[in-house]
Structure formats: C-alpha cells, structure tokens
C-alpha cells in the first residue's frame, strides 16, 4: 500500500518505512559499486573490478536476484562510470 500509494513523498518519517529502507539500501549498494571501480587507478585493475561486477550482475540474473541486478547496472550507469573513457 505505501508503495502503490507514493506515501514515501509524505514528509512524516514515520510513513512508508520499509519502502524507504529499501530505497536507502539499494542507493548504497550503488554508491558502493560505484566507489570500487572508482577507488582502483590502475586501470588495468579498474578493467577488472569492472568485469567482476557485470559477472556479478550476470550471476544475479541467473538465480532470479533483479534487486541486486538492477543495484549494479545502477552503478554502471552512473555519470562518474560513463565518464571513463579507457
């Protein structure tokens, strides 16, 4: 009901908990994918880093798991990921 309802927009804290934690989660799994492939500066490590992550993606579409899927390819898109060119 919070969900269909948008009742995470309410500015009452105390509303839509759980979609908000499930929100709050997802946002900091990509920052952290995010901040891995970003952290390596060899960029043949960064190469690596990359690759692993969209084994991982792969793997988490093979056993069903589209939350974890979507986290990756959330930080795959981001703007500091597209920035690089190598």
Known sequence: RDFLGAAWT???PNVA???KAITKQFNRM????????LSEEDLPRRARVIAF??????????????NGLMQI??????????????
């Open 53 to 66: 992550f969209i084994q991982t993606a792969e793997e988490c579409l093979q056993i069903n798991n589209f």
């Open 10 to 12: 309410d500015k009452n």
């Open 17 to 19: 908990v759980s979609v």
């Open 73 to 86: 390819i959330g930080a795959l898109s981001k703007t500091e990921i597209h920035r690089l060119k190598n």
């Open 30 to 37: 990509s920052c952290w994918v995010t901040s891995q492939i």
